[in-house]
């Protein structure tokens, strides 16, 4: 009887434990939502939500905090906005004018760091602390012409630094160079301007290791871009600085370098906001700054070869460089198959029953493309899938093939939707451990193996046909 009891007690404490983790999500959620929707006109809101939101999920709260409410205090050039095609056409389908819409953005500003002021002195110290050094950046804008104010924020922000050795929690070293950049060209500054620069970047490198790729979780993949991304920039930084010629040109072979890879591509959102606050949202690596430094010759080449190999569209680029263009093809391929790893071998069965063995396309490149009836953006791109298929039957594409890979699906489900939508490319069930051997933890997923066996992972948000095209095509 005694062991019943403590068996049924186990059983309530973990229905218990599941209904409290649904409750708090759905809670975490409400609140995560409630704090967008009402910071730009009801703040004191905003504050309560965000006051509810950070002790039952601090990582969202961190992620809101440092993601979006953040860009709220980018800097705007009117004029530039003024005279962009797009953001012109959004205010007029909105029906209001340029001054009116900057106008609501001030008050939405204003609204925005009376949020900040607040949660900077929240009685929470998780609050405070998450806050902390956004708020501190703020401060920098704020004081912009006190040179006083500006020399005890600067020191207090490298105590913050030195004080941890952790600079990915709360965006520390984001908001670190956004107050070095600040800092910089006022001579009473540069001193702590440069200390920041150099704090920083020796703690980035700490975190630029070399790891097995294939077998990094979303989350570390996440954090690896990151930290490639702001050791990119700050190594761009570091070269606008210097007018020695060599520094120069190998502090930006290093930016180029950590710039975005495949992998890192796929989980642009680990770095996005980053890049927006740092550089603007249209520059996504530095790798044309560093091809312009070089000029022209052996270099150039070597380093648009090694470019093209990770970046598709440098290939073009990398042929009209070389010496013997009939020979290009060639040494390209061969540096692909060195570069990248074998592809896991499978061997699975395809809708019209006929198997389909990867070993055996050894004559073509083949796009593997993971999906499911249930994936919605997979859904969305299967026309596109659909003419690309298409391109490789009837001759325009005659060195790719494709096959595609339900997963988590049923035969029955897949064939309903393949026959509704009247869809002819080539599917293979999966038979589950698939996705492993290729270390998908999203889909789409796609990866384009070379005929030699050698695979990339293609990223998720490029034009994926172009990237394929850019690849297979001489």
């Not at 229905?15 to 975490?28: D, M, R």
């Not at 703020?138 to 012409?145: A, E, H, K, L």
């Not at 249209?282 to 000029?295: T, V």
Request: aromatic residues 14%; proline residues 4%.
């Amino acid at each position: 009887m005694k062991k019943l009891t403590i068996f049924f007690t186990l059983i309530f404490l973990s229905l218990s434990s599941f209904a409290q983790s649904s409750t708090e999500e759905k809670e975490s959620s409400t609140y995560f939502n409630a704090f967008q929707r009402t910071r730009d006109g009801y703040p004191d809101s905003a504050i309560v939500y965000m006051q509810k939101l950070a002790p039952i999920d601090p990582s969202a709260a961190e992620e809101l905090i440092h993601n979006s409410f953040a860009q709220a205090f980018r800097s705007i050039d009117r004029e530039k906005l003024s005279s962009n095609p797009g953001y012109l056409s959004m205010i007029k389908k909105m029906g209001i004018t340029v001054d009116s819409a900057f106008k609501a953005m001030e008050e939405h500003k204003a609204n925005d760091k009376l949020i900040l002021r607040a949660l900077s002195n929240d009685a929470n110290p998780l609050i405070k602390n998450t806050i902390f050094p956004l708020a501190k950046w703020v401060d920098v804008q704020g004081n912009i012409t006190n040179t006083t104010r500006l020399l005890e924020i600067g020191n207090d922000y490298l105590k913050y630094l030195s004080d941890s050795t952790d600079f990915y929690t709360y965006r520390k070293a984001r908001y670190g160079l956004l107050i070095s950049k600040l800092m910089t060209g006022n001579t009473a500054l540069q001193a702590i301007s440069d200390n920041l620069l150099k704090l920083i970047y020796s703690n980035l490198q700490n975190y630029l290791m070399a790891e097995d790729v294939a077998v990094l979780s979303r989350q570390q993949k996440e954090k690896r871009a990151w930290y490639r991304y702001l050791s990119a920039y700050t190594n761009f930084v570091f070269s606008q600085h210097t007018t020695n010629k060599t520094e120069k040109i190998q502090f930006l072979k290093l930016a180029s370098e950590l710039s975005p890879d495949v992998l890192d591509k796929t989980v642009s959102h680990a770095y996005f906001y980053d890049k927006a606050l740092l550089v603007g949202e249209g520059k996504e690596s530095f790798e044309e700054d560093y091809l312009a430094a070089l000029g022209n010759g052996d270099e150039k080449f070597k380093s648009i070869m090694a470019m093209s190999i990770k970046e598709p569209s440098f290939k073009a680029q990398a042929k009209g460089l070389y010496k013997e263009p009939a020979k290009f093809n060639t040494l390209w391929i061969y540096e692909f198959n060195n570069y990248y790893k074998n592809a896991p071998q499978f061997s699975l069965s395809q809708l019209d029953g006929v198997q389909y063995v990867l070993s055996k396309q050894k004559k073509k490149w083949t796009l593997v493309d993971f999906w499911g009836t249930w994936c919605g953006p997979c859904r969305q791109e299967h026309p596109d899938l659909q003419k690309l298929y298409l391109q490789t039957v009837n001759g325009t594409l005659p060195m790719l093939n494709i096959i595609t890979i339900a997963s988590s699906d049923t035969e029955q489900a897949v064939r309903a939707y393949m026959k509704e939508f009247r869809y002819s490319f080539p599917v293979a069930m999966s038979d589950n451990q698939i996705e492993k051997a290729y270390n998908v933890s999203s889909w789409p997923s796609k990866f384009l193996i070379s005929p030699q066996g050698k695979f990339v992972a293609l990223p998720s948000n490029v034009n994926w046909i172009k990237y394929v095209k850019d690849y297979v095509n001489d």
